[in-house]
């Protein structure tokens, strides 16, 4: 997917006459790929664990429309509302969650629903009017003029992830000498970690090159992909690291077993939903601040795009595999074909088409694979 990437942008970099590439165009790609990405590395576990969740962007609109509301016309502080939209996300997940895991609704048939119903619900709060939102804090957790981090703050960031990732090779290599597993030549865990060190560091200079013309100072790393990575490495680590994200391996491996071997199905899918509620709080959060209002359209045909980053991203539909990179990629791939097409003036109708067929590709694709490893 990392390949597809590349050769996506050289593509398009040359297509639109050296637009695709540059620094303003990339930094836009971050930005926007942030709310989708956020509720993509949620949407991996869901699947992974055999479920689906078609309503999230409705959920999202009806949440990022409640926090407008109660900050525009009610009068609520920032913090408030979106304490009030985290309750109410959590209680529309734990809703659908339950039907799900207590009384074995399919999840498609429930979140079918609820795609209808909270689009609805979105409408109802303001009775279908725009609800601004203008306090400074909020509204820099959408990015924008003043929604990042600087220069500076961004290649410290950058050093200190990068030696973050040196210690953990190291630690790696030590525990498995310790417990007498095989070890790769030095040199090559050298490499993989100096591409992925330099990688981010080219990230981080890319960011730290744009600058808006009316300020004498560059961006750095925009504040939605800051909470994107918070989120992608908060999930990775439960991911390899806890019981909860084991338990959600294995009930996508084999629902049955998993609950004979004494796994709590049940409470782990209950658990699951409401972290996805979570997830679509923050994004709802990120996607009012950096449209500087809440509108009952907010997050109108998300779940395509989330969907289709987790499957492109190597998450297999029928469940137990699936990984929390592979949705930043995927992410990045949906969210570049869209900018590379629009770059191109490509007409909203056939880009709808496109990205539509791109997604039965990599399902197609991801069928076919399967097959081939059974059979071989």
Known sequence: MGLVLAVMSVV???????????????YNIAQQTAVVGIVSTVMVLVIVARHIDLSVGSTMGFVGVLIAYLQYT?????????LAG??????????QGGLTAVLGVPSFVVTLGGLMSFRGAAFLVADGKTQPVSDDFFVNLG????????????WVLGGLLGAALVVRMLLRRRAKQRHGMALQPLW????????????????VAVMSAYRISSKTEAQGVPVPVLIWGVVAGTLSFIVHRTRFGRYVFAMGGNPDAAALVGIPVRR?????????GVLITVAAIVSVARLNAGTNSLGSGMELYVIAAAVIGGTALSGGSGSILGSVLGAL???????????LDVPIGKRMVIIGQVLIVAVVF?????????ES
């Open 12 to 26: 398009f970099h040359a297509m639109s006459g050296g637009i695709f590439l540059s620094p303003e165009n990339l």
């Open 74 to 82: 009610a009068g609520w502080s920032w913090q408030a509302s979106c």
């Open 86 to 95: 985290l309750a109410v996300a959590l209680l529309v997940s734990v809703y």
């Open 143 to 154: 990015g924008g003029y003043d929604g990042a981090i600087g220069v500076g703050p961004s």
């Open 188 to 203: 090559v865990d050298g490499l993989l970690v100096g591409l992925t060190i330099a990688l981010l560091l080219g990230f």
């Open 268 to 276: 782990v899918t209950l658990m699951l939903f409401a972290l996805l």
């Open 333 to 343: 791939i949906m969210q570049s074909l869209d900018s590379g097409m629009l770059l």
């Open 366 to 374: 991801d069928v076919l694979y399967r097959r081939y490893v059974q």
